[in-house]
């Protein structure tokens, strides 16, 4: 089950593979909040449920402690106190036995979280804050590098966050995730957008080298990030910084993405004005209206190849905390993405060593 778990399958297609009824599975999983749990190993000097069983036979043929003891090559003591901490030889039952011994191995480590108040609080607030447990765990260490008592993994957040039975994070902590799962998942396959038609377009293949390797700032990547199919926002993300910018658009057609496009491009200095790196999507057609109104070139991916703007993809995950799937983002004023864009880049990103996208941009400025 949990390798077919971390293989990317459903539960649904665990269930039907293992000829198991689909809530067994799932209560299974959710259980452990999608993680594997460690396997146990017995002690070799521990008693086996082979050895506990024939004590009860043993027992009940009324055979001596020291018989016993010869017949499983164990000490006396052993099968003594073995009898005795499990009822006596009146009461004495290999299963009950069996089930206190696993019981008692059991020896449940304090999660860091738990033995922490401080630690906690501060998770907790950047969770609320929309925050991811990596970004989280990044920023720990650079707040506070020489005190590990304020410092913690991302895995032991997002344990913290799936397995409930901790008691250490809220459950409602969860809805703040990117992904608003409830458990980890394996990777599944992703579908490709369809192609989209562009007139004579640029291919990224010859956009500057600066732009490739992101040593200078005020090369960017955009898309469209669609709500309801009616209603979408423009997201612009520097490549250098990953400084995000986004745009309020009336509909996705190229008559009103372009000017809202230009718009946004216009807001900056022109040592950040250099270039725009989008997808195949119809929306941005007219680039060459675009590029003539802003002097900025602008450069496409190749068909079904989101990949080479990943930075900007990466940012429309980040933003769908914000806007989920189906959201009418019409209903959102230019002010209130200004205030969304502004959280993002008062965030700390790992490929920045955890600086903010704001730092970061500052910095290069300077």
Same mark, same amino acid.
């Given at each position: 089950?949990w ?21 067994v ?10 993680? =594997? ?21 043993c027992?009940?043929? /009324? ?5 016993? #003891? ?7 003591? +052993? ?12 009461? %004495? ?11 008692? #191995?059991? $020896? ?15 998770? #907790? ?5 929309y ?11 650079? +707040?506070?590098?020489? /005190? ?15 397995? =409930? ?5 809220r459950?409602?902590l ?10 980890r ?5 992703r579908?490709?957008?369809?192609? @989209? ?7 990224? $293949? ?18 469209l ?15 250098? +910084?990953?400084?995000v ?10 008559a ?5 496009l ?8 022109a040592?950040?004005?250099?270039s ?11 680039h ?5 109104a802003? /002097?900025?070139?602008?450069?496409f ?8 703007? @990943?930075?900007?993809?990466? +940012? ?5 905390? %914000? %806007?989920?799937?189906?959201? /009418?983002?019409?209903? %959102?004023?230019?002010?209130e993405?200004?205030a969304?864009?502004?959280q ?23």
């Open positions: 089950m390798a077919r778990w971390r293989s990317g399958e459903s539960a649904t297609q665990i269930a039907s593979a293992l000829g198991r009824f689909l809530p599975v799932w209560m299974k999983l959710l259980a452990a909040g999608g993680f =594997q749990p460690r396997e146990r190993s017995r002690h070799p000097k521990h008693l086996t449920e082979r050895e506990r069983e024939e004590i009860s036979r027992l009940a043929r /009324d055979i001596g402690v020291r018989a016993i #003891a010869r017949a499983l090559s164990r000490h006396p003591s +052993t099968i003594c106190r073995e009898i005795q901490r499990n009822g006596g030889r009146s009461a %004495y039952r290999s299963t009950c036995a069996e089930q206190r011994a696993d019981k008692q #191995a059991k $020896r449940p480590k304090v999660c860091k979280l738990a033995g922490s108040p401080a630690l906690q609080r501060a998770v #907790a607030k950047q969770l609320s804050d925050w991811s447990p990596e970004q989280i765990a990044g920023w720990l260490r650079r +707040t506070y590098p020489g /005190d590990p008592s304020m410092q913690v993994s991302h895995e032991t957040i997002y344990r913290s966050l799936f397995v =409930q039975t901790r008691g250490v994070l459950a409602e969860r809805d703040h995730l990117r992904s608003q799962q409830r458990m998942v394996g990777h599944a396959n579908s490709k957008k369809p192609v @989209g038609q562009i007139r004579d377009a640029v291919s990224i $293949r010859e956009r500057p080298a600066e732009a490739e390797d992101r040593a200078v700032p005020g090369h960017w990547e955009g898309d990030l669609m709500g309801t199919p009616s209603s979408c926002i423009i997201t612009l993300v520097e490549r250098a +910084t990953r400084f910018i986004l745009g309020k658009v009336d509909s996705k057609t190229t009103d993405v372009v000017p809202a230009i718009k946004c491009i216009r807001r900056l200095p040592e950040l004005r250099r725009v790196t989008w997808d195949r999507g119809a929306e941005l057609a007219a060459k209206d675009f590029s003539v802003t /002097d900025v070139a602008v450069y991916c190749d068909p079904a190849s989101p990949w080479q703007r @990943g930075t900007n993809e990466n +940012t429309n995950g980040l933003l769908r905390q %914000y %806007y989920p799937n189906g959201v /009418d983002l019409s209903q %959102y004023s230019q002010a993405l200004n969304v864009a502004k993002l880049n008062q965030r700390p990103r790992k490929t920045l060593d955890f600086a903010s996208p704001a730092e970061a941009l500052n910095q290069l400025l300077r």
